[in-house]
């Protein structure tokens, strides 16, 4: 568990903290551009999906480590699937966290380049989800990610959690 543990907090350093701090600040240097439709209540949109996204990352990449014993990197991936937490949701949390907190600091920052960038990170998730990520896990749990799988949404949550029929995670 130690090394799922660390494994995945490094992964945290690498891609969500790249993607969604370091290439955002880069891009925009967090200077604040005028409000999107010249509305200073948009900010606070922004402010709740960063708000939002945040704590959704970090509790999904602890479920990886704690209960699913790897990590969301797909050189170490995990050896239970994970069916709990924002997973009882959204079969994505963590790429739908990060796209959040990327949209939450355009729509804070007035930056529309965040906005494409969001836009674009979330189309190459799409087909990462789509190309590998579906049929591996498909192939790795079978019926149990099935199950999963025809339950719960790929990117849009649903609305109450999803119990599964046999609570082996």
Avoid: C
Wanted: hydrophobic share 55%; glycine share 8%.
């Amino acid at each position: 568990m130690a090394m799922a543990i660390l494994g995945s907090a490094l992964f945290f350093v690498v891609a969500p903290s790249v993607l969604a701090g370091l290439i955002p600040w880069w891009m925009t240097r967090w200077e604040f551009l005028p409000p999107f439709f010249d509305l200073q209540a948009t900010r606070a949109v922004g402010i709740l999906l960063i708000v939002a996204g945040v704590p959704g990352l970090v509790d999904s990449f602890a479920r990886f480590a704690l209960q699913g014993l790897g990590t969301p990197a797909p050189i170490a991936p995990t050896q239970n699937l994970v069916v709990t937490g924002l997973y009882r949701y959204v079969r994505n949390p963590i790429y739908v966290a990060v796209v959040a907190v990327v949209l939450g600091q355009a729509i804070l920052f007035g930056d529309w380049r965040l906005v494409i960038y969001g836009g674009l990170m979330w189309l190459a998730f799409h087909a990462f989800v789509l190309a590998y990520e579906e049929p591996v896990l498909a192939q790795t749990f079978g019926a149990r990610y099935e199950e999963f799988r025809a339950n719960v949404p790929r990117w849009i949550p649903r609305l109450s959690p999803w119990q599964p029929a046999s609570p082996e995670t």
